[in-house]
Each structure stands twice: as structure tokens, then as C-alpha cells.
């Protein structure tokens, strides 16, 4: 197509939306539209389509903010030889000169407001221009300057204008991804506090082995961590290198935050120190693996964490000096790799999350389990259940011993094992006996099935790939 084709396609387009326009006007109503100022042919691709739908959502929400609420119902979307346009008729009763300067309020605030018009027409069709000249993309003067003087290339200014869209639309893919990430790790640990009853556990209705804090103080702890999640994701979305060596003390850094947060939070009682840890690690893994992947991949996220914490029991227990005697160290001391928590869980990639923890999972929730309250709570317990048949709880190591610790996995053993649900109630009772009674706490298992839920949640969230826009 050559060029005075090309210019005689683009005026006929354009005399079709003034058409637009009229018919628009015909119910005696003002008119907005939104289109885009491209440079060069063709006015529209994949990747400005995509940009003109997230301008244009991002346009009614900002006009529906503030009390205008434009005529849906009659609106219309459409791409020509002039590109991408929009057109709707406004509401009647609204000063079309204050929509005028709420619409050039929401351009000169868009980061690629240059290139956004937002036209208002009264009933006759006739805009409403308030005289402001738009800048040029690639440099401050007006553009029409730029424009009748030929300062620029059509080929200058498309190419910038690209790589502004593509680099806009990255980064708002970056920033959706790591609040969605952030907000499932919030509803993984909501889900995992609010499971009740749990074996020597702070539940909804009770406060299992612990007299020094309660479902509130978890809420409390809960609410301050949060605050951090994003975070953390940020962090390993923007992870620069493949080697992943230098990744733990980025997670560590945020994560001393987080502890310091947690106790100012709850008066000083430890909470969730533990999971801390794992959560920053689910989270910062799954940053990276999606920011690479453009999907979510459990066994590619597993690979991760045992990267980043790799050689972690060498380095922190066996032979490390300094920090005291923590109760890590204490448990290593007394029972070998057995005794090694939560550092051995990460240097496996979290063996007891997706070897164990997931398939009981997908299983407790599947055929439709997850639309009963009961049922969601039936299966978190029965999954945290498997997890404790196979975790070697420091929580109960450092409290108790070896000894006690088989006897909790082999009660936990029991109750998933029951011939049917009375037998099944009545052996999770003796179990949640047995613990509060002895003073037990399998506070780790509880923390890895919080990082379950997690996991659990961002599978089905990001299991289908996420392809970047084309530019052609």
C-alpha cells in the first residue's frame, strides 16, 4: 500500500467517526471519545491495542471516581485505518467544560500522556478544546512545532514510542503480578491461622498449647508482615542473574524487618518467626520463577529454593560460629540432619511442601470441597496432618525430644489412616489430647502448611502462561 493510500484510508476513517459522532448526538447528549496519537502506519498492532484497553479502563475508572459515570450501554470500540477510537455519550445535567478539565487532568498524569486524546463533543458536535498544545515525545517542544517543522522521524518517534508502550505495559504487568503474589501469601496464612481445631495449635476457637497468644495476636502479626510481601516479590522478579547465591541475604533483609515488625506487633511473643522465613522464600521464588517463566511452575519454583538456599545446614549449623546458641543450632547438636528444621525443609526445596503437603492438598479440595467451609477446614487439617506424619518439627524437638516427635508423627499417621469418619474424629481427639496435655506445638508444620496454601493458590493462579504482547 503505498502512501497516498495509505492517507486516503485514514481520511475515510476518520469521516466514519465523525459519523460516529452525529449518530451519537442524536439523543441530544454530549459525547466523549478516546483515541491515540501514533506516529507513522500502521495506527494500530497488538501492542496498542493492549495499551488503548488499559487506557481506556483506567479512564473510566478515573471519570467514574469522580461522579461521572458515562453510558456504558451504548458505548462503542472500534479499530480502523486511524487506529484504535472509542466513543460514548455522557450522562445529561454534567458542565461539559468540567469533564474537559478532568479529562486533561488524567492525560497530563498518564506517564504516556502525550499521546492520549480525550475528546468531549456537545450535541452539535462541536469539541470542546480548551487550547492546551501537547508536547512532543521526544523532546519538550509542542508537537506541532516538531510536526511542521519535521524535527523528528515518523521512524524516530514510532520507535520510542514503542519502547515506552512495551517498557509501560511491563511494568504494569510486574507490578499486578507481585500484588496478586503478595495478596495470595496474605489468604495462605489467614486460611492456615483459621483452621480449627489443630492439634497444640492457635486456632479460630482456640489457643492449643499456648498461653501467651491467641487467633488475635496471629491476626495482629499477620496484618504487620503483610506489609512486606510485595516486597519480596519485588525482589525476586527483579533477581538480575541466573546465579541465585547471592539471593538468601536479599530474602534475610526483608525478612529481619519482618521479625522486628512481628514483635513489635505482638508485645514480643514470637508468632511466626519461622515462617518468616519459608513464606519470603515462597515468595521471592515464585517473583523469579514467573518473571522469567511468564507462568507459574511448581518444580522450577522448587529448583529455586534449594538454589538460593543451597548448602544451608553445612553453612549455618555444622560450621558456623557466632549469633549463640539459637534453637536451630541446639536441635542440630542434639539430632543431626533429624534436628536441622527449617534450613533442611529450604535446602530441599521444601520437600514436605510439594512432595507431601500439595498432592494431599489437591486432593482434600478437589470435586467441588473448596465451596463448604467445613470441607476447606477438613482438608487444611488433613494437610497439615501429612505434614506432620513427615516434618521434623523443631518446635517439638527443642521443647521435648526424639522420642516425642515419633509419637506425634505416628498419631498423625493414625488419624489419616482411619477406617471411617467416627473412627477418624475419634483419633484426632486423642491426638489433640495428647498435645495439650504434653505442651506440644507442631508450630512448624503449621508454617509449611501455610506455604502449601500458598503454593496451592499460585498454581492455579499462574499455571497457564502469560504471553508478552507482540509488537506486530
Known amino acids: 500500500m503505498n502512501v497516498d493510500e495509505i492517507r486516503n484510508n485514514i481520511l475515510i476513517a476518520r469521516e466514519k467517526r465523525a459519523l460516529m459522532r452525529k ?72 458542565r461539559l467544560a468540567d469533564i474537559k478539565a478532568l479529562a486533561e487532568a488524567f492525560e497530563e498524569s498518564h506517564p504516556l500522556g502525550r499521546i492520549i486524546d480525550i475528546d468531549l463533543a456537545d450535541p452539535q458536535c462541536q469539541p470542546l478544546s480548551s487550547g492546551k498544545l501537547k508536547r512532543c515525545l521526544l523532546c519538550e517542544q509542542p508537537a506541532i512545532v516538531c510536526m511542521r517543522e519535521a524535527t523528528h522521524s515518523y521512524e524516530e518517534l514510532r520507535d520510542s514510542l514503542v519502547r515506552s508502550i512495551r517498557g509501560y505495559l511491563a511494568e504494569k504487568d510486574k507490578s499486578q503480578t507481585c500484588k496478586q503474589l503478595a495478596a495470595l501469601a496474605l489468604k495462605a496464612i489467614l486460611y492456615e491461622i483459621s ?11 482456640e489457643t492449643g498449647s499456648h498461653c501467651d497468644m491467641n487467633y488475635f495476636t496471629f491476626l495482629s502479626s499477620t496484618s504487620v508482615l503483610a506489609g512486606y510481601f510485595e516486597e519480596l516479590v519485588l525482589a525476586g522478579y527483579a533477581y538480575p542473574r541466573d546465579d541465585l547465591r547471592e539471593a538468601l541475604p536479599l530474602v534475610r533483609t526483608v525478612g529481619l524487618k519482618m521479625e522486628a515488625s512481628m514483635f513489635s506487633a505482638t508485645n514480643g511473643v514470637n508468632t511466626q518467626k519461622g515462617l518468616i522465613f519459608l513464606i519470603g522464600l515462597a515468595l521471592f521464588s515464585s517473583g523469579f520463577v514467573i518473571a522469567r517463566d511468564r507462568r507459574f511452575d511448581g518444580a522450577r519454583c522448587r529448583k529455586v529454593i534449594a538454589a538460593v538456599c543451597a548448602n544451608l545446614v553445612q553453612n549455618e549449623l555444622a560450621t558456623a560460629t557466632g549469633d ?18 527449617i534450613r533442611r525443609e529450604a535446602e530441599t526445596g521444601m520437600q514436605s511442601v510439594f512432595e507431601h503437603g500439595l498432592p494431599e492438598l489437591k486432593s482434600a479440595l478437589a470435586n467441588g470441597a473448596e465451596s463448604s467451609t467445613a470441607q476447606i477446614n477438613k482438608g487444611l487439617i488433613r494437610t497439615l496432618l501429612r505434614l506432620m506424619t513427615v516434618a521434623n518439627d523443631t518446635n517439638i524437638l527443642y521443647r521435648k525430644d526424639i522420642e516425642t516427635l515419633k509419637t506425634v508423627q505416628r498419631m498423625a499417621q493414625c488419624v489419616l489412616d482411619a477406617r471411617d469418619g467416627k473412627d477418624e474424629a475419634e483419633r484426632y481427639a486423642r491426638l489433640l489430647t495428647y498435645c495439650r496435655q504434653e505442651y506440644i506445638s507442631p508450630g512448624g508444620s503449621a508454617d509449611l502448611l501455610a506455604v502449601t496454601l500458598f503454593i496451592y493458590f499460585v498454581e492455579r493462579a499462574f499455571s497457564s502462561p502469560s504471553e508478552p504482547v507482540q509488537t506486530d
Open 324 to 341: 549463640g546458641q539459637t534453637h536451630g543450632r541446639t536441635c542440630f547438636q542434639r539430632y543431626g540432619l533429624e534436628g536441622a528444621g
Open 195 to 205: 483452621v480449627s481445631p489443630k492439634p497444640g495449635l492457635v486456632g479460630r476457637f
Open 23 to 94: 449518530q451519537c448526538s442524536r439523543s441530544i447528549r454530549n459525547s466523549l471519545s478516546l483515541s491515540l496519537n501514533i506516529p507513522g502506519y500502521p495506527k494500530s498492532m497488538p501492542l496498542i491495542s493492549a495499551f488503548f484497553d488499559d487506557v481506556l479502563s483506567e479512564c473510566i475508572g478515573f471519570l467514574q471516581a469522580h461522579g461521572i459515570a458515562i453510558d456504558r450501554a451504548h458505548e462503542i470500540k472500534h479499530v480502523d485505518e486511524a487506529g484504535n477510537f472509542y466513543l460514548a455519550p455522557l450522562p445529561n445535567g454534567l
